[in-house]
């Protein structure tokens, strides 16, 4: 088992078009933490999360919130942490679909 701990969120570039985006995480197929409004140039601190316990991997994917009937949330991107990183300190990761550009910034505790 391994100990999961968000960083820091930075954003280079929205998802989409116009204005902020609206993003959050799934990881391993859960919904972790709230909605968060981040515009372009803008850094995240994600250290008030709680930390997610986990096997081997985590497959950390995150999310743009959209409204409307036929608009879907956006998939930004996905990173995968493992129990492998556990002491290697700060890990980075990038989500870069539809245009977009974030880098997630995370570590492992064993
Ligand atoms: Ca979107
Ligand atoms: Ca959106």
Redesign the pocket.
């Known amino acids: 088992m391994a100990r999961l701990e968000l960083i820091s969120l930075y954003c280079e570039k929205t998802?989409?078009t116009l204005g902020s985006?609206?993003v959050y995480f799934v990881i391993n197929g859960k919904q972790v933490g709230g909605v968060n409004s981040i515009k372009e140039a803008e850094g995240k601190d994600l250290r008030d999360i709680s930390n997610i316990i986990f096997d081997r991997t985590a497959e950390i994917k995150l999310y743009?919130?959209?409204t409307g009937i036929f608009n879907n949330d956006d998939l930004i991107g996905s990173v995968t942490a493992s129990s492998g990183q556990a002491g290697q300190g700060e890990m980075t990761g990038k989500f870069n679909r539809g245009g977009a550009d974030y880098t997630l910034t995370w570590r492992i505790v064993a």
Do not use: I, Q
């Open positions: 998802e989409d985006d609206e743009d919130k959209d």
